[in-house]
């Protein structure tokens, strides 16, 4: 669950708040720790998607990566 919050947080507030989420992908790859620095990332796509990677901030390992499309 905190992955999908982590990723929905790098989501611009403005598409947040007047788009809805129709469909949301994650791949998982490492898991975190508690205190873990996580960094999430966004790239917007086409057709309304959003392309998502949260990395773990002490070594720059991928934690997962995902893709959200809105309406």
Known sequence: VHYVQWMLESVDKNLLENANVQEVELQYKAESLL????LSEVEVG???TRNHRLIRVSDG?????GRSVWE
Not at 61 to 65: G, I, P, S, Y
């Open 35 to 38: 205190h873990d620095e996580i």
């Open 46 to 48: 086409e057709g309304g």
């Open 61 to 65: 390992k991928e934690l997962a990566v």
